[in-house]
Every structure is written in C-alpha cells, then in structure tokens.
C-alpha cells in the first residue's frame, strides 16, 4: 500500500500545534487545526453582543493562537500565503471532519487524563487505517493506549517535533509497542523527505533521546558551574561557538526556551529514571530553585539568567545574574587563555584535543563536563537507543550543536576520553572497554564515501542507514578531489557532474574562490557534464570579500579594483554561458556576491531555509558581481505587453536599494531572485547537494545547449532615470535615507536605466555591466563608503552615514 499524505489534522494549537501547522502548510499539506471551544465570553464580544454558539466565539482560541503564531519573530511558515492551506475548527463542530485526514496528531496539554478524552473523541470519527500520532514528551505510550481499539494502536506511534517546528531539525519517532512496523517506516521516511527533518528512532523512555540527553548536560554543567565557581558569561562563552554550538550557548538558551520548561522536563527524568546512575544530576540546584520561585524564567518573563534594561542614559543594556547573590550586575568580559589557542583552528573537531589539555580553568571545565557526558551517554544504550548514531542525531539536530557525545569523543580519541572520565572518578562502560581491546579505535569511520559507526551487538563497523539519498562532502572531499586551492575544492560526485565548495572563511568570495569556479567550468567543459556549486557549510556565502576591496580602495589601487569587479563580473558570465550546465545550491545566508551567483546559474536549487538578498547598500556600493545588471535583465524579460514597465523595474530597483534579504527560499521568487518555473526548493538541507547532481545530470542528457550571448536588453533610460531620481531625492527630503543613500541609489538607478538614454533601447548585457562596474568603482572613491566597510569590518553590523 502506498500511502499519501494530502490532509493532516492537529488537535490543539497552542505554540506547538500551530507550528506544526504551519510547518505541514510550508511542505503544502492541507491542515485541519481544532482546539476546544470557550467557556466564557471575553469582554470584546461581550460588547459586541455576541453569545457563545457564535462560530467566531467557538473557534477564538483557535484563531487567536495561530494568528500569534503567524506574527511571531522568527516566522513559523516559509511564506504568509502558505497560511491560506490551514483550516482552523473546534473539538465540538468540527471533530467529524478528521475522518478526511490522512494523519491526525495530538499536541494537547502534557496530562494523560486530556489526552484520552481527546483519543476517545478522535476513535469516534477516525477513519480506520489512518495514522495517529502524538507530540507528547514524556508520557508512555502504553498508557495513551490504554482503551483504544487494535487498529488505533497499530498506527499510534509518538512522532516528536522540536520548538519551533520549522527551525529545529529533530523529528524522533517513538512507535508504540503494537504499532506496525510499516507505519514506523513510514513516519521516519517522511520525516526526512517530506518534513525536512532529521528522523531519530527513539525508545519509549523519558524525554527519549534528544532530551535525555541535551537535559542532562544543561543539569550537569549547573553542578559544574557550582563547583568550579564560574559565572554566567564564563559558562556561555565555553559552551558556544568554540565548541560548535550556538551563539546562545547554555544560559541564552535556556532564557529562550524557559527555566520552567527545563525544570519540567529534569524532574520529569529524575521521577520516571529510579536506575539512572546519574540521577543526582537532575536534582534542581538552590539557584534555580530561587529563580522558579521568583518567576524568573527567561525571556517570558523579561528576566532569567539575563535581564534587559536602560542605562541612566536610556541606552539598552543586558544585565547577568551573580549565581551567588541572584543580584544583576553588569555583563563581564570572560577570556580564557585555552581559547585563544583555539583562534586559528578554523574545523571545530579539532579544537577538541586542544581544549581539554587547557592547563587554566577552561581546560578544567572541558574535561568535567565532557567527562560527565562520556559517562553518561555510554551508559544510555541500549536503554534509549540500540545504536550510537542515533544519539549524536538527536542533540545535533534537536538543540543545534554541530558535533554529538560520540563524535566529540572521537575527536578527542576514544582511548584519551577514557583517561579523562578515570581522571574525573568515573569508569568506562564494558562495552567501551571490550570495543578498545578488540582494536577498535573509533565510533564512526568513512568508507567508499559512506558513513560507519561501531555496532555493539557485533562489535564491527557497521553502514549507517538511509545515506543513499544524500552526498555527504566530509566523506568524499579526500578520495574524489579533482583540484582545490585555498578557497574552494573542486569534487567529482559521479554521473559527470563535478560540485566545487567553497572553503573560504564565511564562504567569503575573492580571488582564490573566483579562480575556482573559472577552473572547475574548465574542467567541467573538458572532461565532464555539468557543475554544481553548493557546500555543506551553515551558510553557501556572506558575500564578496570586502576586506580586500577596502584595501584596494583606501590605498587608491583603481586600476586593481577594476581589474577585480571585472575579474567577478566576467566569472559570472562563464556562469550564465558556459558549455554545460551550472546548478547553484544556496542555504542559509546567501548574501550579496552569493546571491550574485545563483542569479547567473542555469537553475538553482534552493534550500528553504535560504536567506537571500543584494545587500551591497549597506557597505556603501551597488552590486557589482552582476547583481545590478541581471535585476535590470530580469524586469526587462518580464515585460508585457501593456505592463507600466517603470512599475516592474521599480520593484527590482527597491529589491536592492533596500537591501531586501527572503526569509526563506520561497520568499525570494517574490523578490525577483528566484525565477518561477526555473528554480525549485528543496525542503532538506541534506538532500540538495544530490538533487542539485541530479538536475545538472538531467539538463546535460537532454541536450544541453551553450546559451547565445544576450543583445535584446530593454532599458527605459531618460524615463526611468527621472523617476528614481525624483524619488530618492523625495525620500532624502523627509528624511528616510541620509544623503550617501541617495548618492548610492542614484547610482544604481543610472544602471538600471541603463544611463541617460533619450528613449527606451535594447543594449546588450556587456552594456550593463560596464555602467555597473563603473558605479561600483565610483563609490569605492567615496569616504563614506569607506568608513560603511570599515564599520562592517570592525563590527558585522551597517552604518549609516
């Protein structure tokens, strides 16, 4: 049986529910979103004379909650008109509508009392054979089963999503114990095509895999903090970036998601683990005891562990809590001798080994806290999970970090690992000590471009499963190197398509990188099909190296600077007519001269969560990679007959004079930097590198043809010229831009007039480009744009001046 999901159905929408839906609504799913009818009337419909068997008053909770949660900051959905696709209902009207569901879950109120009665209501309209699922995070399966029918139970399984469900990756399918085995491979299936997600196979334990352990750590690090006497700005600044977590760390995390969720979900493992050997660390410390009593929870309640206030000159300032007095004080820098040694380790997995061999208080910490983790995640198989890997997935995917226990333990060395956790009292579980004596050094290893991991019951490397639809670039970057130089790698991923990625620091774009992309489309058109160009980095590209144009500029090297604009430039054409195919793969940021590089590919290949957008303004210039000259290009191809032209090019002018950045990929086929009918998106980051193969691979045996070089460009000149004109210097009037804004967007409008031309011409795309080059170089001689990058340099932020 095939089966297909066109229709979910959500019983309750509080924060949860309504992402849920909203994440269902991005992948176009139609959702059916119910919760309970009120009670009472509010004062507003009191005063409107409405009563409650009014359909508005039955379904307000409802409506209330996703309206919340489609204004909510980040946004829960790709694009706002994906909302249209959810239906919103109560439990009493409504209810019978779910017998047209394909998949119903339950995210209701964490009690098994509501939960059965919210089972009972939906057995009564189910259609038999239709999936039925919970996001429930700790209550066993077991009793959520209890009283419902043999067909119920055999499709019931926990699928649980991470807050918020767009954003967070981990999808743990926990099946219930007489759910069939094609419903939990179908739930881990789609979870990963479909949902974007990473599918953990769980066990029904407390807080399964990503909590466990992700809590576990939080708790034993607030017991390590005790200990050793750390601050709050000591602990996060240990536990972030350096180490491959967020920015937000440990005690900026848990503001974020709340100290009341935390405490929830330790006790909750404290009270349903009697065997935990390390039960004692989910004991609630005095501290926080003190903070839940005084409903400092974080960012709910406008103060947790940080607190924002105004200065005595109504400045914002971020206070932090002392741990010892709960008194706010003033932010304290922390430095730490061991993480400067760190500063040039650019690939997080080996700064591992440096930081635990730290001799000051950071290398102390390292080793406590790791030595804890060790200890603890041996221990949980297979209590939560028969398999390592699964674990490493959970905390990579569910709270960000870039490297789980056991890669972390690998990159330290399994055998130094032990040496630490012996050094911290703690011993080695047998299967670690039995797994060493058999020589086996390691808990994952790459073979033929596959990922292995070492398999307990076998005591043998083993494949991990479901690689067949990635390419995963770690694995083949060494065996399928074709060239590289410090910039980029090019690799050969079979079917005569080579990928090239970039190395550079941020995915910088300079010299180095455009050398590669000249030399991998050389090699492309020699000996291959096609070329992608995408990376598995957090972003595809910040964008151009502005460190070396600030350089050019302020030592007025302008024949140099020329050279380089006009070095991007030409690459970008080899792009756009090249002998075969090029397929750009952009994810997360891909900002200025990264966009400028999907905007000249054949196609692109998007992941949703791509942050795209010409953002030059903000260091002081106009795109000069091309991005000028393909927005003029795109307005001009989208002329029709009877269209106000001036409109359209308007609208790519503002694209980039407001440095306009998508909130997802969808959000930039409105901003005119995806083409509709071209370019596609792809839900999973993992996948994209492979699909983007496959649509080089499918263009190149269709018949792939050398594009011919474009002449029919039309430019409106003097008539559109005039209107930007007249509008930057209106908005500079009333003040919503300074006067080098309007200097900038004077000189973009001039190219994408395409100059002051008498009448409406067709010029050739060369044309452009020069205009573009010669705006770029102008304002390069500007003092103002030299202080805006400086300022970018120095800070990461814009000026403006």
Known sequence: MTRRIKKVAIVGSGIMGSGIACHFANIGVEVLLLDIVPRELSEIEKSKGLTLEDKVVRNRLVNEALTSSLKSKPSPIYHQKFANRITTGNLEDDISKIADADWIMEVVVERLDIKKIVFEKIEKFRTPGTLITSNTSGIPIQFMNEGRSEDFQKHFAVTHFFNPPRYLKLFEVVPGPRCSQQVTDFLMMYGDKFLGKTSVLAKDTPAFIGNRIGIFGIMSLFHIVQEMGLTVEEVDKLTGPVIGRPKSATFRTIDVVGLDTLVHTANGVKDNCPNDEMSDQFVIPDFVNSMMEKKWLGSKTKQGFYKMTKDAKGQKEILSLDLNTLEYRAKKSAKFATLELTKGIDNVADRFKVLVSGKDKAGEFYRKSFAAMFAYVQNRIPEISDELYRIDDGLRAGFGWEHGPFQIWDAIGVAAGVEIMKAEGKDPAAWITEMLANGQSSFYSVKE???YYYDIPSKTQ??????????????????????KNSGVVIEDIGDGILNLEFQSKMNTIGADVLTGINKAIDLAEKDFQGLVVGNQAANFSVGANIGMIFMMAVEQEYDELNY????????????????IPTISAPHGMALGGGCEISLHADKVVAAAETYMGLVEFGVGVIPGGGGSKEMAIRASDSFQKGDVELNILQENFLTIGMAKVSTSAYEA??????????????????????????????????????PVLRKDIKVLGKQALGMFLVGTDAMKDSKYISGHDMKIANKLAHVMAGGDLSEPTLVTEQYLLDLEREAFLSLCSERKTLERIQHMLKTGKPLRN
């Not at 083993?462 to 190197?481: A, H, M, T, W, Y």
């Not at 509709?676 to 792809?682: A, M, N, P, T």
Request: hydrophobic share 40%; charged share 25%.
């Open 669 to 706: 086929f409105d901003l005119g930097l995806l083409q509709k009918g071209k370019d596609i998106v792809v839900v999973n980051k993992e996948r994209q590198i492979a699909t983007a193969k496959a649509h080089a691979k499918l263009m190149a045996e269709s018949g792939y043809t050398q």
């Open 449 to 451: 471009g596959a990922s």
């Open 564 to 579: 380089a604009i006009k070095y991007f430039q030409d690459t970008m054409m080899r792009m756009r007519y090249s002998a």
């Open 462 to 483: 083993v494949k991990k499963p479901g690689q067949e639809s990635f390419i995963i670039l770690d694995n083949i970057r060494k065996s399928n190197e074709v060239w």
